[in-house]
């Protein structure tokens, strides 16, 4: 795969269900004449045991007069014994999206739905459809979740999006965050060196700034086919990470937002979460919230309690950064006081709040006996040092690799490798940036005795990590890092490399890595016992592709809290 300049950096901490096919060659918002169509699909979402939220979107002929819309619930895919229905109506202030909370449902039971357009005052046409599930309540025998994140649209098809849809059973779909990406159509902007970039263009073909331009692209994915299969065959429950506004989002800005040339911060944020909560299936904040609190708690029966966390722009401090941060001393790099920087207190990835409402969740959910806590959490948790590659490769072979590689390339795996010499983290927009919040979380889980699995995204690479204490004596939880849907990873830059070998060897609490693969974790949880399973796709450059699981993982509880073990299983 092509890899392009923009983002070279990053990644070393340096700077329907049918088969997956073309996109929509017409522009995703075309008008209709003289009809209403359903051209987004449909999507469920935040299920409750008793409720669930029902989306989609009305397209019509150019119009900003509201439309209506006949909503079903059924019992049956032929909707011959409806449960619940009513009508909802599209308005322009809105996207003519559509949003319902189904509520008066029974736990643990397969639905299907639908939304018609009502002409004349009646539903016509058959309209769009899907299926949908409600939680568990009460004794739950086991669970099965889907995990997936980071979806670049022009640098591959969503083939990943497609295997889930085809599964035999998924309770529900957790997407980690960077559903859409905000970057334009240029030949160097991120992912348009793909050879998919030519039939997957990006609308707008611009960055996104404006809510016209994140409504735009929200509309452009939800017309992949692969994605609307996955949004038909179970509710989702969803959190954002940057990219749904800007790269290396944090409270005050980010890095890929100047305000010089792209106007005030808080106006793009808002932007971006108001196009988010009209595009996707999430229940919307209750009023007089912020609406970027988007914390809130799942209850899976008595197998999990899965608390979705939101890290990004209600607390996040400013990342530090090597290239402005590191100190010199005496000619040469301080990590020592660079590490005082980075540990100190005052550093958030959460706020007060979030931590209290997280230490309240985990410990009701361990008086309930809840067998597990699940953190679904934007970005990896464990330490992880960079690898030496000249270490894992001979001095030969390291520099046989860095000649055959572009300097924007080369030059930041030598800083890399400066990194793991000094024991220095680095992605430092991960928790690693974070170390005493970090700890503060890990205090919570302690101190409820919690038997906590973690869930990332982000990183773009498979992980079953162990996550340990500051003292290095606890075992505090399981982490699984699910990889990207299409976005390029460590390997994509380094193919041949020895990258997984090297950060399992440099690393304590990575237990297994896969930097290349693309796909999805399935997790299972049930009593005494949760499987993670990394599952990759062959390709993302054709949408003819097979799935396999890399690796298998069995977390056991440990007996006074924590995880026994991660083993292969």
Request: hydrophobic content about 40%.
């Amino acid at each position: 795969m092509t890899i392009d300049r923009r983002r070279a950096l990053a990644l070393f901490g340096l700077g329907g269900a049918g088969a997956a096919g073309e996109a929509m060659a017409a522009t995703p918002r075309a008008p209709f004449a003289g009809r209403v169509a359903f051209i987004h699909g449909v999507a469920s979402g935040d299920p409750l045991d008793d409720r669930v939220v029902l989306w989609t979107r009305a397209t019509a002929e150019a119009t900003t007069a509201p439309i209506a819309v006949r909503w079903d619930v059924a019992a049956d895919p032929a909707f011959k014994t409806i449960v619940r229905q009513g009508q909802a109506t599209a308005v322009a202030a809105r996207d003519h999206t559509v949003k319902v909370d189904v509520t008066g449902l029974k736990p643990a039971t397969d639905y299907f739905y639908r939304f018609r357009h009502v002409k004349n005052g009646k539903p016509s046409g058959k309209g769009v459809s899907g299926r949908t599930r409600t939680l568990p309540k009460g004794p739950t025998r086991d669970v099965v979740l889907a995990v997936a994140s980071c979806s670049l649209y022009p640098n591959g098809y969503f083939n990943a999006y497609d295997a889930i849809a085809r599964l035999p059973r998924v309770d529900a779909v957790l997407h980690l965050g960077d559903y859409i990406y905000e970057y334009g159509a240029a030949p160097d902007d991120y992912g348009m060196a793909s050879p998919t970039a030519k039939t997957r263009v990006p609308d707008p073909p611009r960055e996104l700034l404006s809510l016209e331009d994140y409504r735009r692209r929200h509309a452009l994915y939800k017309t992949d086919p692969a994605l609307q299969a996955a949004h038909a065959r179970a509710p989702w429950i969803v959190v954002w990470d940057d990219h749904e506004t800007a790269d290396n989002s944090w409270i005050g800005g980010a890095e890929n937002h100047q305000p010089k040339t792209e106007g005030d911060w808080a106006k793009r944020k808002a932007a971006g979460i108001k196009a988010y909560y009209e595009w996707m299936p999430i229940r919307e904040p209750a009023a007089g919230t912020l609406p970027e609190a988007s914390w809130r708690r799942f209850q899976f029966g008595d197998v999990a309690t899965l608390l979705m966390t939101e890290t990004r722009l209600t607390a996040r401090s400013h990342q530090l950064d090597y290239g402005s941060d590191l100190p010199v001393k005496d000619g040469k790099p301080d990590f020592a006081a660079f590490a005082v920087k980075l540990a100190d207190p005052a550093r958030r990835m959460m706020g007060q709040g979030q931590e209290q409402w997280l230490a309240r969740e985990v410990d009701a959910s361990m008086k309930a006996d809840t067998a597990w806590q699940v953190l679904g959490n934007q970005v990896v948790m464990a330490r992880v040092i960079p690898p030496d590659l000249k270490a894992a490769m001979g001095d030969a072979a390291y520099a046989a690799l860095l000649a055959k590689l572009p300097d924007y390339v080369a030059k930041p795996v030598e800083q890399s490798r400066g990194l793991s010499l000094a024991g220095a983290p680095g992605n430092l927009d991960a928790w690693d940036g974070y170390p005493a919040d970090r700890s503060r979380v890990y205090d919570i889980f302690k101190a409820g005795k919690a038997r906590p699995i973690v869930l990332a995204g982000d990183s773009h690479a498979f992980w079953a990590n162990e996550l340990w204490d500051d003292a290095g004596t606890t075992r505090v939880a399981a982490e699984f890092g699910v990889t990207s849907v299409t976005s390029p990873g460590y390997s994509d830059y380094l193919p041949g490399a020895p990258l997984d070998q090297a950060y399992v060897a440099r690393n304590k609490e990575v237990k297994f890595t896969d930097q290349g693969a693309k796909g999805f974790l399935l997790l299972t949880l049930e009593h005494g016992r949760a499987t993670g399973e990394l599952v990759a796709v062959s390709t993302i450059l054709d949408t003819q592709y097979q799935t396999r699981v890399l690796k298998r993982f069995v977390v056991t509880p440990g007996d006074e809290g924590g995880v026994k073990a991660l083993a292969e299983g």
